[in-house]
């Protein structure tokens, strides 16, 4: 359970509701400080569309990330979202025997 309330839509002014097009969670707690939450999107589209680093590195690095943190939610969300950049079931496979010290695709 949250210690903050999930905003919805509704409960934006005109100019913010746009930023909880995709409600999930956090996006729905910073929410609750609606310049943060048009930052912090800002940000997120900067690092997702604009930033040099390939894409499908940049999901594996997130992917990684939430494996050795132990983050399901930032893991999970980051499965779909990878597939956009190419990422694979074989590349996920590769990145858990990575962290077990297997060989893979990554050494």
Not at 37 to 50: A, D, P, Y
Not at 65 to 77: N, P, Q, T, W
Not at 83 to 102: C, K, M, P, W
Request: charged content about 30%; hydrophobic content about 40%.
């Amino acid at each position: 359970m949250s210690r903050l309330e999930h905003i919805n839509e509704d409960d934006l002014d005109t100019d913010h509701k746009h930023l909880l097009a995709r409600p999930i969670n956090l996006f729905r707690v910073i929410g609750n400080s609606p310049g943060a939450l048009r930052v912090h999107h800002e940000f997120g589209e900067w690092i997702r569309w604009h930033c040099t680093l390939d894409g499908r590195l940049r999901e594996l690095i997130i992917l990684l990330v939430g494996i050795l943190k132990r983050s399901d939610y930032e893991f999970s969300h980051h499965v779909e979202i990878s597939r956009q950049f190419g990422v694979t079931d074989e590349d996920i496979e590769n990145l858990f025997a990575y962290i077990d010290s297997h060989d893979t695709i990554f050494t």
